[in-house]
């Protein structure tokens, strides 16, 4: 059976960058990274999904009403919106997750397209059987994304370079880069990505 990759882009959004709401040390800088490899797949017609942090404004999620973080990523605002570097391809599939004010979701898996199907049926539906993991941030929405797609049976690759973590706690985004590795994970660059995938 031949393999079927995609590329899963996880929350680059202005408010996880540098001088957002949240922003994760150095979370721009791989944004180059990331468009490069979305050419890859395009060019291959392997498909690409984004994932985005969807907040309503008032979240249990948010330190505010009980949670952990600032407010961000809230609904039609900007600091939500797809940092403005990222060149999501057209026919990019959207998912948006966060959206339950009574609980916080990091995992793409709670993650619901526009058209409000979940990201394992858009990945069943697409006939892919590999996803190929990138964004932010490390330690939360990465981890929590890359854990479940091996629950599922899914084959993960995370591109390391293209990754960055918020570390709340120090040394929270290393030992999530452990935990992945363990679960049965690799890592690979993007560099020489080409080599590794069909077509
Ligand atoms: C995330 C912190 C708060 C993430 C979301 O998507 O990684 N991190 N909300
Ligand atoms: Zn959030």
Redesign the pocket.
């Known amino acids: 059976m031949s393999r079927r990759p995609a590329l899963l882009v ?2 680059v959004q202005n408010d ?1 960058c540098p001088g957002g709401a ?1 922003g994760v040390p150095e979370g721009d800088r791989i944004i180059p990274r990331i468009n490069r490899t979305i050419k890859l797949f395009v060019r291959r017609g392997l498909p690409v999904l984004a ?1 985005r ?1 969807w ?1 309503p404004r008032v979240t249990r ?1 948010f330190k505010e009403f009980g949670g ?2 600032p407010p ?2 809230v609904q039609g605002t900007k600091g939500a919106r797809f940092h403005p570097k990222l060149t999501l391809p057209e026919g990019a599939v959207i998912l948006s ?2 959206m339950d004010p009574d609980q ?1 979701s ?1 995992s793409g898996f709670q993650a619901l397209s526009l058209q409000g199907r979940d990201l394992e049926s858009v990945i069943r539906d697409l006939g892919i059987d590999e996803v190929f993991l990138c964004g ?2 490390t ?6 994304t890359v854990l479940d797609a091996l629950r599922r049976g899914l084959r993960v690759r995370v591109l390391g370079d293209a990754i960055r973590g ?1 570390d709340l706690h120090p040394g929270d985004s290393e030992r999530a880069v452990k935990e992945m590795r363990q679960a049965g994970a690799p890592f690979v660059e993007t560099r020489g990505l080409a080599s590794s995938l069909p077509g």
Request: glycine share 4%; hydrophobic share 40%.
């Open positions: 996880v929350d996880f949240l994932t942090d907040h999620h952990a973080w961000h990523c997750k966060g916080d990091y932010l941030a330690d939360y929405c990465v981890r929590a918020v």
